[in-house]
Nanobody
């Protein structure tokens, strides 16, 4: 069982930056690949980024590539999402998720076994 708690969301102007954190409970954090998803009002939840169990590989959605960076610190049971050059269309609730599989690419929500409650990111124009 993995429990996830996101933090770091807030209100930021377009072009600004935020860093999201996701703290995991339990001793199995390093046994899970981790992902970030987001859901804007009226839209389906969508994949943002993924990082492998020990952080050697990352994968990004095209719409955040070059602006967002996912990283993890297994000693602290935490995964991060550094978001730079934010745009109003990045406004959403951001969720972290854990996947026991360590495949390089996994963008499907149902493949992630554990989810946090989400943190709101609002980017003003």
């Amino acid at each position: 069982q993995v429990q996830l708690v996101e933090s770091g969301g807030g209100l930021v102007q377009a072009g600004g930056s935020l860093r999201l954190s996701c703290a995991a409970s339990g001793r199995t954090f390093s046994s899970h690949a981790m992902g970030w998803f987001r859901q804007a009002p009226g839209r389906e939840r969508e994949f943002v980024a993924r990082i492998s169990r020990i952080g050697f590989t990352t994968y990004y959605a095209d719409y955040v590539k070059g602006r967002f960076t996912i990283s993890r610190d297994n000693a602290k049971n935490t995964v991060y999402l550094q978001m730079n050059r934010l745009k109003p269309e990045d406004t959403a609730v951001y969720y972290c998720a854990a996947d026991v599989s360590d495949s390089y690419i996994e963008t499907r929500m149902h493949e992630y076994e554990y989810w946090g409650q989400g943190t709101q990111v609002t980017v003003s124009s």
